[in-house]
C-alpha cells in the first residue's frame, strides 16, 4: 500500500506514497473549500465538534466528488463531503445492503 518513489522514477511524484493512481482526476481538489481554510478543523479530537467543517462542506461545490473520493479510498479520518468518520461507515453500510 505505502510505497517509496525511487529518485530514478521519470514521474516522482506519480506514485506518491501509493495513494493515487496515476490516471486518477484530482483537479476537484484545487476547487474545494477546505483548502482554503484551516485544516484542523476537519480533523478534530475524539469527540470534537464537527460543525465548522460540515459547514464549509455545506457551502463547497466539489463536496460529491469529495464524499465519493473518501468513500472509494476507504478514509477513515477527518471530515469528508461533509461527513465524519462514523456517518461514512454508516453510509456505506446502509448502501452495501441496498446494493
Do not use: N
Not at 1 to 28: I, K, T, Y
Not at 39 to 50: C, D, H, R, V
Not at 59 to 80: N, P, S, T, Y
Amino acid at each position: 500500500m505505502w510505497g517509496v518513489v525511487e529518485d530514478s522514477s521519470d514521474e516522482p511524484f506519480a506514485e506518491l506514497w501509493g495513494l493515487f493512481s496515476p490516471g486518477e482526476d484530482l483537479s476537484w481538489q484545487h476547487k474545494a473549500l477546505c483548502s482554503q481554510t484551516d485544516p484542523e478543523a476537519f480533523f478534530p479530537e475524539k469527540g470534537g465538534s464537527t460543525r465548522d467543517a460540515k459547514r464549509v462542506c455545506a457551502g463547497c461545490e466539489v463536496r460529491e466528488q469529495c464524499l465519493k473520493w473518501a468513500l472509494d479510498h476507504d478514509e477513515r479520518f477527518g471530515i469528508w463531503g461533509g461527513m465524519s468518520e462514523r456517518e461514512r461507515r454508516r453510509y456505506k453500510k446502509e448502501h452495501k445492503e441496498q446494493a
